[in-house]
């Protein structure tokens, strides 16, 4: 199992420019969360879907981020524009359908913004 | 809604030396109860959980978490740290049967000394 896959693994923008971040869950599993980890805030939710739908976005912390996931087997998160304060690392987890409730981590992506 | 504390922000012990982690939850019920792992600039790495049954769970690694009703605690310990288990340690809930939100404690940093 390739476990969960993110890419880049780290990105370098200036302020104004679109990030894209993206992710491939553990196949077979239905369930996919972003988080975002930061020093001042620690590990926070950002959204999550279930079966491709986003069920909680609340997370989400301005218009300027928004997530998508086309199918069972890819999503993106996207920010433009970018600031700085949006620099951090984002992780993507998923979960299977087995009721156990636990979720695994991709490596996470270090985008930096200048 | 459900919160996670950690007290202890920086630990530092010596090699061979046992660990205990604490992490006090808030929530009306029990709830789902983790144990995550992060190494410097990698994701985060299931150590174990607890869903119901017996307290005392057992993980990877060595480590071991007891679950706590009367002081909705779920100290994580290992009787004898390598200093491969510097790291930063993360206690998460989630709450039963429908929400699938993980909420995270503020981490626990280890420092293992020779």
């Known amino acids: 199992d390739a476990g969960v896959i993110q890419s880049p693994r780290h990105e370098v923008t200036e302020m104004g420019q679109e990030v894209t971040l993206r992710c491939k869950p553990i196949?077979?599993?239905?369930?996919l969360f972003w988080y975002r980890q930061t020093m001042m805030r620690g590990l926070e939710l950002l959204i999550y879907f279930n079966n491709n739908v986003p069920i909680d976005d609340s997370g989400m912390p301005e218009d300027r981020f928004s997530a998508k996931m086309p199918n069972a087997s890819f999503s993106t998160l996207k920010i433009q524009p970018s600031e700085p304060r949006d620099s951090a690392v984002y992780f993507c987890?998923?979960?299977?359908?087995?009721?156990?409730?636990?979720?695994?981590f991709g490596p996470g992506t270090r985008l930096l913004v200048l | 809604a459900q919160s996670v504390t950690q007290p202890d922000i920086h630990i530092t012990v010596s090699e061979g030396a046992s660990l205990e982690l604490r992490c006090n939850y808030s929530y009306g019920a029990t709830p789902y109860l983790f144990w995550y792992v992060q190494s410097p600039g990698q994701g985060l790495q299931l150590l174990l959980k607890y869903f119901s049954g017996d307290t005392l769970v057992q993980g990877i690694k060595g480590f071991e978490a007891e679950f706590k009703r009367s002081q909705s605690s779920f100290n994580l310990r290992k009787p004898s740290v390598h200093w491969s288990d510097a790291a930063e340690y993360f206690c998460a809930v989630s709450v039963r049967f429908g929400n699938e939100k993980l909420t995270f404690g503020t981490g626990t940093r280890l420092t293992i000394i020779p």
């Open positions: 987890a998923s979960r299977g359908t087995s009721g156990q409730e636990t979720q695994y």
């Open positions: 196949s077979g599993h239905n369930s």
